[in-house]
């Protein structure tokens, strides 16, 4: 009986390996929030990675798409039950994911005779004002870290999102019009996929332009854009910036 929680955290432990191994192969997916809106962006197979939550939120992943699909409907449910219930100002994502999100990854996760969510995620919620725009990293293990404002950088490697987040900052990608921010997340985007350093040798801007143009060819690019002067409730909207087309 003794050893039992001992077993547990032996098998939680494993359970986070396995399904670290298993988000390996999953591209990135990156967020900047800009003066006029949030730019989200992300680059995959053929799998949607990018999508409208409500109103001003919204979610990208990696992972297993039919996990990332779950949860995107988990979130939009739980949108509209709180838009019902009480108001659709009232909705935000800290609720979302501190009442609903979370716990429900979390027990997922912590259920070892079923299947853990294979999944890192990234969500952004427009404020009336860039100081008061949201980015949250919401974990395969239900864990999650909020911030406002800024760049929002998910990925399987946490570390090398960190440093893909640094490297965004000091580029001044806030500041940037929305064309030349979408270059930047691509560039870091490609930077990330490709295990290039963030710190040291990294590659030149043309050689950065280079390579996310080669990678992206063949895979779909999506952009989402929540703009921050909308006349609509609904901000989001999927935008082709055909500079980008590669």
């Known amino acids: 009986m003794t050893e039992e929680p001992y077993r547990w955290l032996e098998a939680v432990s494993n359970r986070r390996d396995y399904v670290r191994e298993q988000i390996k192969p999953g591209t ?19 799998h949607s990675k990018v999508f409208e939550i409500h109103d001003r939120e919204a979610l990208a992943g990696l992972g297993h798409p039919a996990d990332i699909e ?6 939009v449910d739980a949108a509209h039950v709180e838009a019902f219930t009480r108001a659709a100002e009232d909705i935000s994502l800290r609720r979302l994911v501190s ?3 979370g716990p429900a990854m979390k027990t997922q996760f912590e259920q070892l005779f079923s ?5 890192e995620l990234l969500l952004a919620e427009l404020g009336d004002a860039p100081g008061e725009d949201v980015l949250v990293n919401l974990h395969f293990d239900g864990s999650f870290q909020f911030q ?3 760049i929002g950088v998910a990925a399987s ?4 999102a960190a440093a893909c987040r640094d490297w965004l900052s000091k580029q001044d990608t806030e500041t940037k019009s929305r064309d030349v921010a979408a270059r930047l997340l691509l560039e870091a985007w490609w930077l990330l996929s490709s295990e290039k350093l963030f710190s040291v040798n990294v590659p030149s801007e043309s050689e950065r332009e280079q390579g996310w143009r080669e990678a992206i060819v063949g895979k779909k690019l999506e952009i989402a854009w929540l703009d921050r002067e909308s006349t609509r ?10 500079d980008l087309s590669g």
């Open 99 to 101: 009442f609903n999100l």
């Open 148 to 150: 406002i404002g800024g």
């Open 233 to 242: 409730a609904a901000t989001f909207q999927l935008i082709d910036l055909p």
């Open 70 to 75: 779950k949860i995107r409907q988990s979130a």
């Open 115 to 119: 299947a853990p969510y294979l999944a």
């Open 28 to 46: 990135p997916v990156l967020a900047a929030c800009l003066n006029e809106g949030i730019l989200i962006l992300g680059v995959g197979s053929g």
């Open 157 to 160: 490697d946490p570390d090398r």
